[in-house]
């Protein structure tokens, strides 16, 4: 349960400075076709005999290179790209299972988490992640900012649009495959918006979206944790009811 908390913490602090732009750039679908994605990168992971989380994060980078050159040169066609990438990942995930001989490990936990089986390394790992994330996000906050509001115009005076917004698509792959053990690939996505959504209609600068949704999402996962120990229910479904109970009385509140 202590390295469960500190989990929480930590990804806290990742879903809510990416989930942020996710919200702000309208790419929840970009984010959850890489999500599902990952599932390629499981399975092929279990048949190579490689680590998980390390094989799952070669493939979601590729996943996102590709996503993200090609949704940034071909806005109008990014749905059917992203459509053939979910379903193309979810096959190869299926595949390269069916073809791994012996005990395949527990796959429900990567398709729907478990923090209870997060352990110290994996929160070494989240605190390294989150370093980088956080330093990146606040060296190029500016420019960020101006490609998420303004693409082409950022374009016109300098920025490197397409650099930034396909290491943007980057990290969010990364903070991805850190989320797996927490609420699994089938539900990350959630993680990643709720809270920014929630956020958004109540703060209205970019930083502020940002600090409430980190808080926000502590919130939901320290809740979900408590509600999951003390009812004996699955952890990572917990923290998104959770979430998606808050984001339905957010409907109802005025901003």
């Not at 190579?48 to 979601?60: A, D, E, M, R, Y």
């Not at 796959?107 to 989150?130: H, T």
């Not at 998606?244 to 109802?252: E, G, I, K, Y």
Request: charged fraction near 10%.
């Amino acid at each position: 349960m202590r390295q469960a908390v500190v989990a929480s913490v930590l990804i806290s602090i990742l879903c809510g400075t990416l989930g942020s732009y996710v919200v702000v750039n309208r790419i929840a679908f970009i984010s959850g076709g890489i999500a599902h994605a990952a599932y390629g990168g499981v399975g092929l992971s279990l048949f190579l005999g490689i680590p998980v989380l390390f094989g799952t994060s070669i493939f979601c980078l590729i996943t996102a290179l590709i996503v993200g050159i090609l949704s940034f040169e071909e806005r109008s066609r990014a749905d059917s790209l992203i459509g053939v990438l979910w379903a193309v990942g979810m096959a190869v995930g299926t595949f390269f299972l069916d073809m791994t001989p012996g005990y395949k490990g527990d796959v429900l936990s990567y398709l729907f988490g478990n923090i209870l089986l997060v352990s110290r390394v994996d929160n070494i790992a989240l605190l390294i992640l989150d370093i980088l994330v956080v330093t990146l996000l606040a060296i190029y906050f500016k420019e960020f900012m101006a490609i998420s509001f303004d693409r082409d115009f950022s374009r016109i005076i300098g920025i490197p649009a397409k650099t930034l917004y396909v290491t943007l698509i980057c990290l969010i792959a990364i903070g991805i495959v850190a989320t797996i053990k927490i609420v699994g690939l089938l539900l990350v996505v959630a993680l990643f918006t709720i809270p920014p959504y929630i956020a958004g209609r109540f703060v209205f600068t970019l930083g502020k979206i940002m600090v409430l949704s980190v808080l926000l999402t502590l919130f939901f996962c320290i809740l979900g944790l408590h509600i999951s120990f003390t009812f004996n229910l699955p952890t990572g479904a917990t923290i998104i009811l959770v979430s998606s109970l808050a984001f339905t009385v957010s409907r109802f509140i005025g901003r």
